[in-house]
């Protein structure tokens, strides 16, 4: 599979009160076109990734929403929902629309707007991701929900609290210098076994932020790209999903490994890569926790072994594998339906060589992003290529 | 999550009394909500199977940030509970420290207020306490559908969460 990546844009990650879900969207989408050099006109169908308009914002009907505002009428426009794996999942619809062959051009928008509601409000609706009127009835939130993973994960690898908090030390060393980044500070591994307690044992800063925020793609067909040398020659070369069980009680950690190594060596094979051909990386980390179980899906350590590298270093920019260079979700924030979307954005920032400085993996031409979501409920893996 | 008190009708049951979810196929116990498809084996006939009661607590966490209609119980313990019959449920775990749970603790159901709902209504759901007495048991086939065992040393239904 070969996709042309033509223009790519976002907005600043951060708390937005004077901008809507609308303004939000507008603001991504002509970035991506203005990037492309494309108007809304070239645009021959939208992927709207949203996951909670109707809960956050009290709207619904996304995707039609934006095709209005952003101009893209009369194209078909469409929401796209997978929980917290929504962006990747507008992604894959947008390259097997090109890869059919049925469009020449299309956009992929994914946004979110949280801020409006209280954390509390903002909490119970991220919990519909998951069953909560069976399982969360306990009392069960997304962050209690992993931190269930986390404390199965440290039983059953013998890894301390300590150990995995290097992993939120990588992570803000990297936000600190990404300017699009909503929490920008370095912390020590002192400093994040002090932060406040959200659900034991993940503390502050292994939890992301709620943000506000929405990024975009204009995909194309390979030729498109291809006649314009002078643009970055940027490719999404393999799209793989897959399904998991929507419930914390019965997600061994089998079950997160399968999530991600089942797409994952799909999308190898789809690409004719391997693990170790990887420059760059962006693993959905919304709990800090989840990173090492990406690293491990992934391939890039042996079960048990993916909280090591963000210690030993070879998960940093210049390891073995750069592993969330963009800081992450825990320093980006996680816009529900924009995250998927925004991590392709920064892996081909990556492989174009126009990452922030501080952030950018040296001569970076292949990169992977990894994006899940519900308790254990999506897996989606997109690979990226540059040419030339 | 917000249910309202007709759709609690048809949630409530399992939370009023503790039953696991069968499969056909494989024998397997799943927790109550797999009632189409079992997880394990992908046989599509379960039945209900009444449990006992009584079980281990096998993970645990401890929430400080709730969802709306908890908050003011935080911080709060919710377990994974292996069941005496083999079966891992959720649920939250009372009467114990944050900061002194512990993983393989002996804890047996009873029932409590779990929360208000947005209709004022109030909802009532097993929860777990400290088991008095330690040894596993199994529910005896016989066994009527009443179902939640009440720690004789505790103050029974006591509707504080």
């Given at each position: 599979m070969k996709v042309g990546v033509l223009g790519i844009g976002k907005t600043p990650h951060k708390i937005q009160h004077e901008k809507s879900l609308k303004d939000l969207a507008v603001e991504a989408g002509r970035k991506a076109m203005n990037d492309a050099g494309?108007?809304?006109?070239?645009?021959q169908m939208l992927y709207v990734g949203n996951v909670g308009s109707v809960g956050?914002?009290?709207?619904?009907s996304t995707g039609l929403m934006v095709a209005h505002h952003l101009g893209v009428v009369p194209a078909g426009a469409v929401r796209v929902e997978a929980a917290c794996g929504t962006g990747a999942w507008a992604l894959h619809l947008g390259c097997v629309a090109i890869a059919s062959g049925l469009y020449d051009t299309v956009m992929v928008l994914g946004c979110e707007k949280?801020?409006?509601?209280?954390t509390v409000e903002g909490t119970s609706i991220i919990a519909q991701a998951a069953d909560s009127k069976e399982e969360?009835?306990?009392?069960?939130?997304f962050p209690s929900g992993t931190a269930l993973t986390a404390r199965k994960y440290m039983q059953t690898y013998g890894v301390t609290e300590e150990d995995l908090a290097h992993t939120s030390v990588k992570n803000h060393y990297y936000g600190a210098r990404n300017?699009?980044?909503h929490l920008r500070f370095e912390c020590t591994v002192e400093e994040v076994m002090k932060s406040?307690?959200?659900?034991d044992p993940l503390k502050l800063y292994e939890v992301c932020p709620m943000t506000d925020a929405a990024s975009a793609l204009v995909l194309c067909r390979p030729e498109i790209l291809e006649s314009?040398?002078?643009?970055?020659?940027?490719?999404?070369t393999a799209t793989s999903m897959a399904s998991g069980t929507w419930y914390q009680a019965t997600d061994t950690l089998d079950d997160g490994y399968n999530l991600f190594a089942g797409p994952a060596a799909r999308a190898y094979e789809m690409a004719g890569v391997?693990?170790?051909?990887?420059?760059?990386a962006e693993i959905y980390n919304s709990?800090?926790?989840?990173e090492p179980l990406g690293i491990e899906g992934l391939g890039f350590a042996k079960r048990g072994d993916g909280w090591k590298g963000a210690k030993d270093g070879s998960?940093?920019?210049?390891?073995k594998v750069a592993v969330n260079?963009?800081?992450g979700l825990l320093c980006k924030g996680h816009p529900l339906g924009a995250t998927g979307a925004t991590q392709a954005v920064d892996v081909i920032e990556q492989l174009r060589g126009v990452a922030p400085e501080g952030t950018q993996r040296k001569d970076a031409a292949i990169g992977i992003s990894a994006c899940r979501g519900g308790p254990g409920s999506v897996g989606a893996i997109h690979i990226y290529q540059r040419e030339g | 999550m917000t249910v309202s008190a007709i759709e609690f009708s048809r949630l409530g049951p399992p939370k009023l009394h503790l039953f696991a979810m069968k499969c056909e196929t494989c024998q397997a116990l799943s927790p109550?909500?797999?009632?189409?498809?079992?997880?394990?084996?992908?046989?599509?006939t379960l039945t209900e199977s009444e449990l006992a009661g009584t079980g281990e607590i096998t993970n645990y966490t401890v929430v400080y940030y709730p969802p709306r209609e908890y908050v003011?119980?935080?911080?709060y313990v919710v377990g994974h509970i292996m069941m005496d019959e083999g079966v891992t449920l959720p649920a939250p775990v009372m009467g114990v420290d944050p900061d002194a749970v512990e993983v393989g603790t002996r804890v047996a159901a009873t029932l409590r207020r779990m929360k208000l709902g947005h209709e004022g209504d109030i909802y009532y759901s097993y929860k777990f306490v400290v088991d008095d007495d330690p040894a596993p048991r199994k529910k005896a086939p016989?066994?009527?559908?009443?179902a939640v065992r009440k720690p004789a040393a505790r103050k029974a239904a006591t509707p504080t969460p």
């Open positions: 494309v108007s809304p006109q070239d645009i956050f914002n009290y709207e619904n949280m801020n409006d509601l209280a969360y009835f306990s009392g069960l939130t300017p699009s980044a406040a307690k959200v659900a314009q040398p002078n643009r970055p020659q940027v490719f999404v391997t693990a170790s051909d990887i420059d760059v709990f800090a926790i989840q998960t940093w920019l210049d390891g260079p963009s800081g | 109550w909500w797999e009632r189409s498809h079992c997880y394990k084996c992908g046989g599509d003011g119980q935080e911080p016989a066994a009527t559908r009443s």
